[in-house]
């Protein structure tokens, strides 16, 4: 089983108690008890509560993925680490970080994670995106898509064959999203009308407390 909550989003939060704020940060949760927290959003203080808010124990969470270096994707990383500081960190060339834990700086190169788990490697020298293996085919988390996302998807499967993408879609043409049957549309996606008229079957609205699960 493969779970995503959606943790910090701009869109209107699904939940009381969780706060809406720019940026973006998902769970990403996996059969075997590895779990990944996707970016840390703009707000650490926000992420904390987000994270409480669902029931979810930043101690629990022992792997961070950071798609790109601006601060609505970064900014609460310092804040979690002070409640979590031995998580192993992915971070995207050229982003540097004094951490006590294992940091991996990745390339612009593919590359495996672990078993089912992969990223694109950095594109157009700004972002990375993870790619899920799952029953159904790879799930793939962006950040805000800053590449061209036929470059995102190309890559991506190399790993398999795509069959959704979770976060945010920025600046993304809706059809070059075609054939894909599962679009979650967060953060900074420009085009959400367009792209869930287009395919409201595959349409799922972000927000934070939002929750996609693969079996």
């Known amino acids: 089983m493969t779970r995503i909550t959606i943790v ?34 703009g707000n650490g203080e926000i992420l904390l509560n987000n994270l409480a808010v669902l029931g979810i124990q930043p101690s629990a969470i022992g792997m961070v993925f950071i798609s790109h ?20 960190i992915w971070l995207p060339e050229p982003m540097k970080l004094k951490h ?14 672990m078993e ?12 990375q995106s993870l790619v899920l293996s799952t029953s159904k085919g790879l799930l793939l988390i962006v950040g805000c898509s800053h590449p061209d996302m036929g470059h995102i998807l190309s890559r991506a499967s190399q ?10 879609l920025h600046s993304t043409q809706p059809e ?11 953060h900074c996606t420009r085009q959400r009308n367009k792209i869930q008229s287009l395919y409201p079957d595959a349409f799922i609205q972000g927000g934070a407390g939002q929750v996609i699960v693969l079996q």
């Open 8 to 41: 910090y989003d701009n869109l209107p939060p699904l939940k009381d108690g969780l706060q809406a704020d720019w940026g973006f940060s998902s769970l990403v949760e996996i059969d075997g008890g590895k779990t990944i927290l996707f970016d840390t959003g």
């Open 69 to 88: 270096a601006h601060h609505d994707h970064t900014g609460g990383l310092k804040r979690f680490l002070d409640v979590n500081n031995s998580p192993k």
């Open 100 to 113: 006590m834990g294992e940091t991996i700086i990745s390339g612009r190169k593919p590359f495996r994670i």
């Open 116 to 127: 089912g788990i992969f990223s694109t490697g950095v594109l157009e020298g700004i972002e």
């Open 159 to 168: 790993f398999g064959q795509v069959y959704g993408i979770v976060g945010g």
């Open 176 to 186: 070059s999203l075609e054939g894909l049957q599962l679009i979650c549309a967060t």
